[in-house]
T-cell receptor, first 115, second 112 residues
Framework: GAGVSQSPSNKVTEKGKDVELRCDPI?????LYWYRQSLGQGLEFLIY????????KSGLPSDRFSAERTGGSVSTLTIQRTQQEDSAVYLC?????????????FGPGTRLTVL | KQEVTQIPAALSVPEGENLVLNCSFT??????LQWFRQDPGKGLTSLLL?????REQTSGRLNASLDKSSGRSTLYIAASQPGDSATYLC???????????FGRGTSLIVHP
């Protein structure tokens, strides 16, 4: 079956603009994660959705970042008033239920460049 | 707070060598530990997942071990090939959290 997909694959924007990044998880996966990967850095957790529960937003770096997950499937990560330090690869992952035995499946990422 | 460290940060070996990548974690109360591979410009691909009750997992030329008491996991790659060149990341999912903590990865180059 189809894996996790993300769009766009690349996004170049000007400082101060808003951007939306999309993630389509694997069908039937109730858990969805967003991460950020900066050059030379590890994966930084941003937000976690599990079913209909309130999302874990503890990793969002500022109030310019927000995310939604509609209908328990597609998720959108929005960055408002982008800054140059927001430039990174944004990765989405999904898993069956977020449990201890679950394997995470990652999308190819969206490379964001803020000029 | 869980911290995950991977050593070495980079490794270059000739084709055919057996090699070991190391992953250490500070909180031994983990649910599982997962190894991933990341090719340049791509997302992460899961290689092996070891549950806390397991000691090792094997897939083809890959073998991952887990020693919770010492806070270590190793990924053993047998008979390395140029196609194994990639960054290898480990991630530990700790008790009480569904958010895995990732190491920074080991960048592996296998040259012909």
């Amino acid at each position: 079956g189809a894996g996790v997909s993300q769009s766009p694959s690349n996004k170049v924007t000007e400082k101060g603009k808003d951007v939306e990044l999309r993630c389509d998880p694997i069908s039937g996966h109730t858990a969805l994660y967003w991460y950020r990967q900066s050059l030379g850095q590890g994966l930084e957790f941003l937000i976690y959705f599990q079913g209909n529960s309130a999302p874990d937003k503890s990793g969002l770096p500022s109030d310019r970042f927000s995310a939604e997950r509609t209908g328990g499937s597609v998720s959108t990560l929005t960055i408002q008033r982008t800054q140059q330090e927001d430039s990174a690869v944004y990765l989405c992952a999904s898993s069956l239920a977020g449990g201890s035995g679950d394997t995470q499946y990652f999308g190819p990422g969206t490379r964001l460049t803020v000029l | 707070k869980q911290e995950v460290t991977q050593i070495p940060a980079a490794l270059s070996v000739p084709e055919g060598e057996n090699l070991v990548l190391n992953c250490s974690f500070t909180d031994s109360a983990i649910y599982n530990l997962q190894w991933f591979r990341q090719d340049p410009g791509k997302g992460l691909t899961s290689l092996l997942l070891i549950q806390s009750s397991q000691r090792e997992q094997t897939s083809g030329r890959l073998n991952a071990s887990l020693d919770k008491s010492s806070g270590r996991s190793t990924l053993y790659i047998a008979a390395s090939q140029p196609g194994d060149s990639a960054t290898y990341l480990c991630a530990a999912k700790s008790g009480g959290s569904y958010i895995p903590t990732f190491g920074r990865g080991t960048s592996l180059i296998v040259h012909p």
